[in-house]
């Protein structure tokens, strides 16, 4: 058996020894046997990729703010009921605004270079929900000011809420500012405290053989269920409100950091004792680091329980906050209000939850993108 160089390059490798180097000293083309003979392979010019449209979704996005806003103008209030409803041309000619905008940057940002790339940027993920929020915004003027389908002043137009922002923004600003206040100290301390004692737990057995019975038994209990107690054993409302939050934080953070403790492979230890390290360093260097995706878990998980706890506390005791907002509103049936303050809660916690994992990547760096928000 042997190599056979034919007239056109190429070689058959019908003898088991043939090198392709030899083929290649010779600028032929090596192929395995019983496989047809490939001429020199051709430069495949590619083609243009289709370009799509940089109008396409800011067209059919202006178009919808566009018609909401000329809904909102044009289309006369219901005669009856609630016919007087405030900023409502205002509102119109700003959706018509965001409209105009939109159709400029969707036929001028793609031809000016940089900087139109920069303002495009952003704006591209978010062109069906601009669509999306434009609809729905013409959909609920409609069913409420213009059809009356839901009835008022159970259901208020998106314009009742531009007027309680801008008449009423003194009060909604202090009730928010409170709430985040009350929410960070109580939140502050349960995280700290739910952190030192998971670690604790999951380091010490003499510790948990103390602290992990009182857990189980105590941190399942909602922490709204210690309301009057809670109220009765501490000097103010307000004392009471952070010992809450911090219960219903320091639970879930203590439970998942114990369990991130205790999963740190014993290796890692092993190594380090090798090395020389303290018991100090031990913690603080090896078991701590390792655990602290399941601390920011449990920091996730408390925040939520935290802000439910918030609102449920500023309700029954404190006041102040947008928890006492809605109460004082549901009590004099502003429920425009009411929609207002729940809109500011949202804000508030997803805000909160952004920080949070922030924080998150900026900490766990190697694990940045695992988990989004």
Known sequence: MSAVLDSSGTVDLTDARAHP?????????????????????RRQRSRP???RQPWGVGLVASLAWGGAGVLTVYWPNLERGFTDW??????????VGVGVLLAVLAFVAPFSGRAGAAVLRP??????????????????????????????????????LA??????????GESTWNSARLLAIGVGWGGLVGFLVGVSIGWSRAIGYWVHPVIRFLGPVPASALLPLAFFAFPSSYAAAVFLIALATGFPVAVLTWSGVASVNRNYYDVARTLGASEA???LRVAIPAALPQVFVGLFMGLGAAFSILVTAEMMGVKSGLGWYLTWAQ?????SNMYAALILMAILCSGIITLLFLLRDRVLSWQKGTVKW
């Open 21 to 41: 180097a030899h083929a290649a000293a010779h600028g032929a083309t090596v192929t395995a046997p019983g496989a047809s003979a490939v001429a020199p392979a």
């Open 49 to 51: 990729a289709t370009r």
């Open 86 to 95: 405030p900023y409502t041309q205002e509102a119109g000619w700003c959706f």
């Open 123 to 160: 704006l591209r993920p978010a062109g069906a929900w601009l669509v999306a929020i434009a609809l729905g915004l013409g959909l609920w003027e409609l069913l409420t000011a213009k059809l009356g389908r839901l009835p008022s002043p159970f259901f208020a137009p998106p314009t009742a």
């Open 163 to 172: 007027e309680v922002y801008l008449d009423d923004w003194k009060r909604l």
């Open 281 to 283: 360093f031990l913690v």
């Open 331 to 335: 009590g004099w049936a502003s429920y």
